[in-house]
């Protein structure tokens, strides 16, 4: 929940309605999502010269409720203030925002040094807690629209479709599982949001990730936006198999979960940053299609993260193959959803 604390002059007409619409039309026109402030719906416990010093209202910011207090003073220092702040948020444990009709360059600087966040509605926003410094006619881009999923943020969806871990919804934990930094899984986020495959949050110090659409339909969602895995394929023979350390991949995985007909050859899957490690463990030799004892796919995320099995996971399988040409690896994966997954 993000908690806005908003103080202003003492001015009447600077409060009810008109002060609320204010607020919301500024709001809407800098962050370009929807706002809604009205009358407070909640009591917060507040110390009682906060309740007397300001006055509540309640903001709804792209969804996400909002607790705006209007200061009938202005005549708190920026230390003040910053105590204030401190205050109520130790009260709601949310992010508090200070807002005031205008600010002086020095008082700004002030309260910038203390780390508190602060809007001038109609001139400066200033939320770093949010990732967020708009000033003056600076403006937050719209997000941009995805064409197909990296790697990472379909490694993200799979992970949640898996249901591998019901608790990874934060970069954090996502990125120990997947193996990438908290970083990228926040720009996977941005991605899943921008593809309106998610939404997230600000709960504390992190981002969560949340997936409102039933699993099958967000599959189907999804589908025209999935990629294959599979980077390249290279054929191999060597002194050691690989079986006991790589996941079985490609067809020989698609035949061992259904009754499809197995390969001549098994394949295996292996991220491509290790590619170079593993073929010096088992001495492999890259050779030609005739001469190989089987074929490694590298992959452009890691096989083992999204399976605890001796085979590659089920969707991944269904992003290479899914729309095959030959109808009855088609059918196959197909199949695999109905078995593995739903």
């Known amino acids: 929940m993000l908690v806005c604390i908003l103080m202003l002059e003492n001015d009447s007409q600077m409060f009810g309605q008109a002060f609320a619409d204010t607020l919301e039309r500024y709001l809407g026109e800098t962050l370009h999502v929807s706002v809604k402030v009205g009358s407070i719906q909640r009591t917060i416990s507040v110390p009682f010269f906060l309740e007397r010093a300001y006055r509540f209202y309640e903001a709804w910011i792209a969804g996400i409720r909002c607790i705006v207090m209007a200061a009938r003073e202005n005549s708190a220092t920026p230390g003040d203030i910053a105590k204030h702040v401190m205050r109520v948020r130790s009260a709601v444990d949310d992010i508090v925002i200070f807002a005031t009709p205008s600010l002086s360059a020095h008082n700004r600087g002030r309260l910038i ?3 508190v966040p602060f ?7 200033y939320l770093p807690e949010l990732a967020m410094d708009l ?15 990296s790697p990472v943020a379909q490694a993200v969806l799979f ?3 898996l249901k591998l871990d019901e ?13 990438y930094s908290p970083m990228s899984i926040g720009r996977a986020f941005d991605e899943l949001v921008s593809a309106r495959l998610a939404t997230t949050e600000k709960r504390g110090k992190e981002r969560h990730i949340q997936f409102d659409i039933q699993r099958q339909e967000l599959l189907e969602t999804a589908r025209p936006l999935l990629r294959s895995p599979v980077r390249s394929v290279k054929c191999a023979r060597g002194g050691a198999h690989p079986t006991s350390e790589l ?3 490609g067809q020989a995985a698609l035949a061992r979960l259904t009754d499809l007909t197995p390969p001549r050859k098994e394949t295996f899957a292996i991220a491509a940053s290790d590619w170079k490690t593993v073929s010096k463990i088992f001495d492999l030799t890259e050779v030609n299609e005739f001469e190989a004892d089987f074929t490694v796919e590298i ?4 096989p083992s993260s999204l399976s605890d099995r001796a085979v590659v996971d089920p969707l991944s399988l269904y992003a290479q193959f899914w729309d095959h040409r030959d109808e009855r690896i088609a059918m196959a994966v197909e199949r695999l959803l109905e078995d593995e997954i739903w």
């Open 159 to 161: 992970l949640h479709l």
């Open 167 to 179: 608790f990874a919804i934060m970069p954090s934990v996502i990125a120990e599982r997947l193996h």
């Open 135 to 149: 000033r003056e006619h600076f403006r937050l881009p719209r997000l941009q629209a995805v064409d197909s999923l």
């Open 299 to 302: 992959w452009s995320y890691n």
């Open 113 to 115: 040094a203390q780390g």
């Open 119 to 125: 809007i001038v509605p109609g001139n400066q926003l």
């Open 247 to 249: 996941k079985l991949a």
